[in-house]
């Protein structure tokens, strides 16, 4: 969406297109970006670059090559004003004599919410609030999720044939997806916090798990779901979690002596209530959201992404077709739980970006309908130029 023709949301526009530099580079902080104007000219920019690394504010303010002050400062985020792994951002704009700050949104942590935009009134700073708000909440959903849940942003994914099963009868998978789309998918996966799959798939297909391909802007936590323990110590996921996090979650019945075993090998086990004869999924989150994970990818298999369905516990989709069909009543199918009895008690989902070609299949992106609007708003910079 274009923003409105008036100076202050074109300055904003450009300070969210800083921001989206930050995706998987400063979780759980949000993305915020930067720029300062004087006169009608940008004379500085910046944007959160790293987590535990300077502000927006303060990199635009380093940046600067003559004096702001008296300049216009436009944030995508309420400037902080407490001290963490830096000073208060506040500080910084009153110490250089910024005389006006724009805001996109009020930041929703507590430590803030609203007291940075007091502080800098009060020193009489003039603030104006809420220049493309949508855009910059959108942007920054995953966060704003965390802060007032207490759990992650949830992306499911999984590679189907046209007809939407998962791998054959005989449980075999590799490859239904070409190698661009196995690539794009790897290229998500190297932006998350944590991979989360069932213990299925770890005896199945005993995966690494790992981002191999592009950039690797966070090593994912991976993540198992599995009651009983029946992860292998043979598995890659333990063989190597010495090096890559690896956190299991199991029942609270599960054998001590696997449990032990496993801790060994340097995998986090962690006991959860259990509830259907399976793992508490929002029991799961969180505690992934205590440990301040922020995006999580949910990988499979079809019964572990089902329940998530049917429980409404995802946020987003990110489905790769393949134009091959399998067939077969047996086949897996990509959501193998329970499901709806009715179509009227089925998800419904928006698309939050065009769907388009990657290799010889398709990638479509959608959120659960009542979310898609904000969505939207978001979609094009995150993952369309993987």
Request: positive net charge.
């Amino acid at each position: 969406m274009k923003p409105p023709p008036d100076s202050d949301a074109a300055f904003m526009g450009r300070a969210l297109t800083l921001a989206r530099r930050g995706l998987g580079r400063v979780e759980p902080n949000p993305m915020v970006g930067c720029v300062i104007v004087r006169h009608g000219r940008i004379i500085a920019e910046g944007w959160h670059r790293r987590f535990g690394g300077p502000h927006a504010e303060v990199e635009a303010l380093r940046a600067c090559h003559e004096n702001p002050r008296g300049a216009t400062a436009y944030v995508t985020l309420e400037p902080c004003c407490y001290f963490g792994k830096t000073p208060p951002c506040t500080d910084a704009l009153l110490a250089a004599g910024i005389r006006r700050v724009v805001a996109a949104a009020k930041d929703p942590n507590p430590r803030v919410a609203g007291r940075g935009l007091r502080i800098l009134r009060k020193a009489g700073v003039e603030v104006r609030l809420g220049v493309l708000e949508s855009e910059a909440v959108a942007l920054n959903a995953p966060f704003f999720k965390l802060l007032k849940t207490g759990r992650p942003w949830v992306i499911l994914k999984w590679g189907q044939s046209l007809d939407g099963r998962i791998a054959t009868r005989s449980g075999d998978s590799k490859w239904i997806t070409d190698a661009a789309m196995r690539s794009h998918a790897h290229r998500v996966r190297g932006r998350l916090d944590a991979i989360i799959v069932g213990v299925g798939t770890v005896l199945t297909d005993d995966p690494l798990l790992t981002c191999r391909v592009g950039p690797v802007l966070r090593t994912a936590t991976r993540v198992m779901l599995d009651s009983r323990l029946r992860t292998p110590p043979s598995a890659q996921v333990v063989r190597t979690a010495g090096r890559v996090s690896t956190w299991i979650f199991c029942g609270g019945s599960a054998p001590a002596r696997r449990r032990s075993r496993l801790e060994k090998a340097g995998c986090r086990v962690t006991p959860v209530r259990s509830k259907r004869g399976g793992l508490s999924l929002p029991a799961v989150l969180d505690a992934l959201g205590q440990a301040a994970m922020t995006n999580v990818l949910v990988e499979g298999g079809g019964k572990l992404l089902g329940e998530f369905v049917d429980q409404r516990l995802a946020d987003e989709f990110h489905v790769y077709v393949a134009p091959r069909l399998i067939g077969g009543a047996k086949a897996c199918g990509a959501l193998s739980a329970r499901g709806p009895q009715r179509v009227s008690e089925s998800l419904s989902l928006r698309f939050i970006e065009r769907p388009r070609a990657i290799g010889d299949g398709w990638f479509f992106r959608a959120a659960p309908l009542h979310a898609a609007a904000a969505e939207r708003k978001r979609a094009a910079a995150e993952y369309r130029n993987l």
